[in-house]
């Protein structure tokens, strides 16, 4: 999940700007594969899933308790 967190920030940044060449005369525009929106969303989502877990572990921790032998 962290992985794929890592991934997402590296496209959501390469979604963020427009890639401008300038040429003698002419600029060439290079719009970004994916829009920015979209990978935001799908960024916010997979954060909110690893908050969700991280805090599912959390709790568990808390109310769980584990007999050892001695």
């Known amino acids: 999940m962290i992985k794929d967190i ?3 920030s590296d496209k959501l940044n390469e979604s ?4 401008i060449i300038h040429k003698e005369g002419r600029d ?3 719009e970004p594969k994916q829009k920015f929106n979209d ?3 799908n960024y916010e989502n997979l954060l909110k899933k ?4 991280n805090q599912e572990i959390h709790r ?4 769980e ?3 050892f032998k001695e």
Do not use: G
């Open 6 to 8: 890592n991934v997402l």
């Open 16 to 19: 963020a700007y427009v890639k």
């Open 28 to 30: 060439i525009i290079k």
């Open 39 to 41: 990978v935001y969303q």
């Open 50 to 53: 690893l908050r969700k877990l």
């Open 60 to 63: 568990i921790n808390h109310t």
């Open 65 to 67: 308790t584990v007999n």
